[in-house]
């Protein structure tokens, strides 16, 4: 299986500020078919489902803001909101699709300073 | 827009089967572009990956449970069912319906892109 690692467990940043989440896989989510990674984020807010942000690691969802980004490849991935808004503390999980079973992070748990 | 909404009992007692369904609308779960999966989230816990099921029957499992879980699909009904058989305490969490979308040319998946609101299922006697 591949093992899904996020670093910092949760971080809290004043408003407007930067805030940077690291996901680690436990080997390459590269894919020789397409040159994609299989690499998704999700936001998850208290007592709601999961919400796609990010997919192939860097391509936001219809209707995300821009201020979400993602980068990384291969086994290392980032996930930044260049300007932290109120609304986006919640939980974040990086996933990855490249193989089932599908596993996701541990989780980032994103506050307000 | 595919809309997936879960249901099913929220109690269920040790060493009985969970059963859950899940229904589809704003699509055809017979479409050729989607897998119709489960995911679980035990409370303040984070995600477990239970399995996917494609219309024409092809099943992946979490080899962690994959003794026992059934996912089925019923096109008649635009539904796909979650059944977990032996449940224990540690079986409760809130179970999600999930689909994503599927490149049947290439033989492989995408994110998570629809997800039911999730539905919590205690197992307690």
């Known amino acids: 299986d591949i093992v899904m690692t996020q670093s910092p467990d949760s971080l809290a940043v004043s408003l407007g500020e930067r805030a940077t989440i690291n996901c680690k896989s436990s080997q390459s989510v590269l894919h020789s078919s397409n040159n994609k990674n299989f690499l998704a984020w999700y936001q998850q807010k208290l007592g709601q489902p999961p919400k796609l942000l990010i997919y192939?690691?860097?391509t936001r969802e219809s209707g995300v803001p821009d201020r979400f980004s993602g980068s990384g490849s291969g086994t290392d991935f980032t996930l930044t909101i260049s300007s932290l808004q109120a609304e986006d503390v919640a939980v974040y999980y990086c996933q990855q699709y490249y193989t089932t079973p599908f596993t996701f992070g541990p989780g980032t748990k994103v506050d307000i300073k | 827009q595919l809309q997936l909404q879960e249901s099913g009992p929220g109690l269920v007692k040790p060493s009985e089967t969970l059963s859950l369904t899940c229904t589809v609308s704003g699509g055809s779960i017979s479409s050729r572009s989607y897998y119709w999966g489960w995911v679980r989230q035990p409370p303040g816990k984070g995600l477990e990956w239970i399995g996917s099921m494609y219309y024409s029957g092809s099943t992946y499992y979490n080899s962690s449970l994959k003794s026992r879980v059934t996912i089925s699909v019923d096109t008649s009904k635009n539904q796909f069912s979650l059944k977990l058989t032996s449940v224990t305490a540690a079986d409760t969490a809130v179970y999600f319906c999930?689909?994503?979308?599927?490149?049947?040319?290439?033989?492989?998946?995408?994110?998570?892109?629809?997800w039911g609101q999730g539905t919590l299922v205690t197992v307690s006697s």
């Open positions: 192939w690691a860097s």
């Open positions: 999930a689909s994503c979308a599927y490149d049947y040319l290439w033989g492989t998946f995408s994110a998570f892109d629809y």
